[in-house]
């Protein structure tokens, strides 16, 4: 098991706490959830791996497949054990992926945005940046990858199987440790305002686009303008 994102599993303490006394009869689905979190910490490896050989695009690529895949196709055998007539698009919409208050869901994600970026900016001042239009691209997709899990997985598809307060302590509880590269210094600060924001869009909209493009845009934003001032 990789130690890198290993805190994160300490979040699922609580929706496991809560259906066991709360909603035994979905008990079941939140083990489910956690032994999936259990596999995606344990295969992380790869990730690293993957960015040791291929730099950043392998980073993409093995996190896209821990992150989305792995969560994706098991939500979906499992939902398919108990309804044969469930479809991957509709483990896609439960966690977000919709349509349904897309406008809405990017505003409010752009509004987020300001108060994460002025955060990164003042936490990161005087540290330079990268140009690199291969790693500003990527790294705005890559987001996508932690949106699906944290607020789409972890905050939208643990809402309907639980209640909205465990979704949400554990969807923040759960981001926040799993970056621990930040627990000793200032940048733990703009996590926890990410994780915080992000998911209250999420609530407002039950839709993860806007979180991405504003999880993305804040990577992108503040390291070009790093870049340019330093």
């Known amino acids: 098991m990789n130690l890198y994102i290993f805190p994160m599993l300490l979040a699922l303490i609580i929706p496991l706490a809560y259906a ?3 909603k035994k009869e979905h008990l079941e689905n939140v083990v489910v959830l956690s032994l999936i979190m259990v596999g995606i910490t344990w295969f992380y490896q790869a990730v690293i791996y993957l ?3 291929f730099s950043t695009t392998g980073y993409f690529i093995g996190k896209f497949g821990l992150f989305v895949i792995a969560p994706l196709i098991s939500l979906y055998y499992f939902e398919k054990a108990e309804n044969e007539n469930a479809e991957i698009k509709d483990i896609l919409f439960r966690c977000g992926i919709r349509k349904d208050k897309l406008i809405l869901s990017i505003l409010l994600g752009l509004l987020a945005l300001v108060a994460t970026l002025v955060i990164s900016l003042v936490i990161s001042w005087g540290n330079s940046g990268n140009l690199s239009l291969d790693w500003n691209i990527i790294m705005f997709f890559e987001a996508f990858n932690e ?3 944290f607020r789409g997985v972890l905050f939208l598809y643990l809402w309907k199987i639980t209640e909205i307060k465990v ?7 759960a981001f926040i440790l799993a970056h621990p590269h930040n627990f000793d210094s200032l940048f733990i600060i703009s996590t926890i305002a990410q994780g915080i924001l992000l998911v209250v ?3 407002k909209t039950k839709n993860i686009i806007g ?3 504003s999880h993305g845009l804040n990577r992108v934003l ?6 340019l001032i330093f």
Do not use: G, Q
Request: charged fraction near 20%; proline fraction near 4%.
């Open 20 to 22: 066991s006394k709360y």
């Open 211 to 213: 979180p991405w493009i």
């Open 201 to 203: 869009v999420t609530h």
């Open 222 to 227: 503040a390291n070009v303008i790093r870049a």
């Open 167 to 173: 979704a949400y302590a554990t969807s923040i509880l």
């Open 147 to 149: 949106e699906f899990l």
């Open 51 to 53: 960015s040791d050989e």
